[in-house]
RNA sequence: GGGGGAGUAGUUAAGUUGGUUAUAACGCCGGCCUGUCACGCCGGAGGCCGCGGGUUCGAGUCCCGUCUCUCCCGCCA
């Protein structure tokens, strides 16, 4: 070992002891007769006394600069009353400092690290690894390695087996586009990069591996966003002969592990609630703010209104209503005209409010709000609210409202929409406005964590663009129990009216409104699968070529299974409350996909093309 | 694919309706300083104002293009 101790540790127990440390000079205060350093390690800093050594040997003290990285050896010894440092866990002592070797010196720093001021992100991103020294960067690649751990031993108890599933795969024509590895030894031909091990891990279950699971990479090749990265963590895993029931009670297990707390529970809230309730299937129940639907009873009342004249002229209008109570919020004009603001950058949908102030109408559109129209209002109101307590839901939340009064003071936002089948999302923008704004709402509070069990998704979802039907979850996904029949009894001819009402055994795990994982039950029988396909438009053809495999692996014995997977990076920020995924990841690429450190990607050399049977389509 | 923001010293920023030598703080270099811990004080060096074009007597400032970063929409089960 280079060293005896560790910096952060040394406490005035170790007065008098002789030790050699290592580390990186994290200050040096030079006063004159007396010089100082501090040397930093990953358990923290110690301060140096360097005033003997330094007039001993000057020209080593100076290459001692911030950050270079050096071993020193010396003496703990306890420092004056006087300048004992409560702030630091060591303050109470220093090392009178005797040798010095440089391991390396430092050339002139491309940024100020430690400091308070932010530098730019491309900056930070060319030099990651000065970046990665920050306390803060530190505690979260800890923290996240703490997570993982955790999670192994979870699994290992719960009988669960990691394995490894490749990397190099097969392009699949569901969701996402794939990252493609060309083939050296077959022209013409790719890899994929997997999007998740999904078919893998369903024949790992055809294998007899019965629990499986694995915390591995997946790559998507779509742009990027603040959250989003090309390549991003997965706690991944299936299990045989198990019930939707069972993935919860694991489901539960997991987040309570993480969030190391016994308290948590993931409440069930099925897909359709959510999206009437909250316009949302990732809805932030930290707080309440339910829309309530008032299209049949405001069409009469409305219909004399100039602002709802065209789209209550429309058959598929939809209007909604929410009601925001002074206890979260008192709104200004500016406030109010901000959120309008907000929510209008969609044509189809518009968003005007009312106030009411001691039982009197003002602003927006009070002037054409009856008072059996709000009256109606309320009652519908007060019967959602009664439904989110008896489904245990945002129940201790400010915004929960159970009595007549509770709508004497504060302001109703009246959304309308020409076409939608459940709550226009502007109910859902609204929510999430009012839940940013929580300086001023204080709808939540901090280490708040609400879960939910957002479960009974459609099976399928109806493309405009493609006009056809593709798969809400992934077509691997088990139609519901219940309606299996309904299921078989589809089509593939476009004709398939009723096909959206069928429900899955698909579910997602959501926290503080960000979907943190999702799973289902999976098809085992070939016949199933192969209907599944047929509906979502693949001809008999491709099905053989895309999932002959999986169809001919159902055959063989394949045990009825289900599984789930998280997301990994989405988990880590929630608990690090940042809202920025390069905070959770080591080495990240900026939102062109590059990375600014590496240069990657790089330009291929003709060579490299050769090799692969590749050309550019144009000159570079 | 579309929209917003940003790019000035090593770093973070200021820079007025276009007008002398482009400011400051931190960092760096030199000097002073015996109890600091964001040490302090004095002095100094350091600039292709992202890049290319245009308007103008004159551009960091106005216009066009372009590159990069960043945030959002589309997209991402």
């Not at 803060?136 to 800890?142: A, I």
């Not at 859902?428 to 929580?438: M, P, Q, T, V």
């Not at 062109?592 to 093309?609: H, I, R, V, W």
């Amino acid at each position: 070992m280079l060293r005896s101790h560790t910096n952060g540790t040394l406490r005035s127990q170790d007065d008098n002891q002789q030790v050699s440390l290592c580390g990186w000079i994290h200050r040096l205060r030079d006063l004159g007769g007396l010089i100082l350093a501090d040397l930093r390690d990953h358990s923290g800093l110690v301060q140096l006394n360097l005033t003997d050594f330094g007039s001993k040997d000057p020209k080593r003290l100076k290459q001692m600069r911030r950050e270079s990285v050096v071993r020193v050896s010396g003496r703990v010894s306890k420092r004056p009353t006087e300048s004992i440092n409560p702030q630091l866990p060591s303050g109470e002592v220093e090392i009178a400092v005797t040798a010095v070797e440089i391991f390396n010196e430092v050339q002139d720093l491309p940024f100020i690290f430690d400091a308070q001021v932010q530098t730019k992100e491309a900056l930070k991103l060319k030099y990651r690894y000065l970046d990665l020294r920050s306390p803060q960067l530190q505690t979260n690649l800890r923290k996240r390695a703490k997570v993982c751990s955790e999670m192994r031993k979870l699994f290992e108890a719960e009988g669960f087996c990691e394995v490894n599933t490749p990397i190099l795969y097969k392009p699949t024509p569901e969701g996402a586009r794939d990252f493609l590895v060309p083939s050296r030894h077959y022209p013409g031909t790719a890899y994929a990069l997997p999007q998740s091990p999904q078919i893998l891990k369903q024949l790992l279950m055809i294998a007899g591996m019965e629990r499986y699971y694995q915390i591995t990479n997946c790559f998507r090749d779509e742009d990027l966003r603040s959250d989003r990265q090309p390549e991003f963590g997965q706690l991944d895993l299936e299990a045989s002969f198990i019930t939707q029931a069972w993935l919860h009670d694991l489901a539960q297990k997991i987040c309570r592990n993480i969030w190391n707390s016994s308290s948590i529970s993931l409440k069930p809230l099925c897909y359709s609630d959510a999206m009437n309730w909250f316009g949302s299937d990732k809805p932030d129940l930290r707080f309440a703010l339910p829309a309530i639907d008032i299209t049949t009873s405001c069409s009469k009342a409305l219909s004399a209104a100039p602002p709802f004249a065209d789209i209550l002229s429309t058959k598929t209008h939809k209007i909604s209503a929410t009601f925001a109570s002074d206890k979260i919020m008192n709104f200004s004009r500016k406030n109010l005209d901000d959120l309008i603001t907000h929510m209008q950058n969609n044509h189809e949908h518009k968003t005007f409010y009312f106030k009411v102030a001691q039982k009197t109408l003002s602003g927006g559109i009070a002037k054409w709000i009856t008072p059996e129209l709000l009256e109606n209002m309320e009652n519908l109101c007060l019967e959602v609210h009664k439904q989110l307590q008896q489904a245990d839901l945002a129940t201790s939340s400010p915004s929960m409202l159970n009595h007549k009064t509770d709508f004497s003071h504060g302001v109703w936002f009246v959304s309308a929409v020409t076409q939608h089948h459940h709550m226009p999302d502007t109910v859902s923008r609204l929510r999430s406005y009012l839940g940013d704004n929580e300086t001023k709402t204080q709808l939540k509070k901090p280490g708040e964590y609400a879960f939910l069990w957002l479960h009974s998704f459609p099976l399928f979802t109806w493309d405009d663009d493609t006009q056809q039907l593709s798969a809400t979850h992934h077509p691997f996904t088990l139609p519901a129990i219940e309606h299996q029949e309904l299921f078989f009894a589809l089509h593939n001819d476009n004709a398939n009216n009723n096909a959206t009402a069928i429900l899955s055994e698909a579910f997602d795990v959501v926290c503080n409104g960000y979907e943190i994982g999702g799973g289902s039950l999976r098809i085992y029988k070939a016949d199933m699968q192969q209907h599944m396909f047929s509906i979502l438009g693949l001809s008999p053809q491709q099905i053989q070529k895309q999932f002959g495999f999986l169809i001919e692996a159902l055959r063989y014995g394949a045990p009825p299974h289900g599984g789930m997977a998280f997301g990994l990076d989405r988990i880590m920020m929630l608990l690090l409350e940042t809202n920025n995924i390069r905070d959770v990841i080591a080495f990240p690429k900026t939102t062109q996909g590059n990375c600014l450190m590496s240069g990657a990607p790089q330009k291929l050399q003709d060579e490299d093309l050769k090799d692969l049977h590749l050309k550019h389509s144009q000159p570079i």
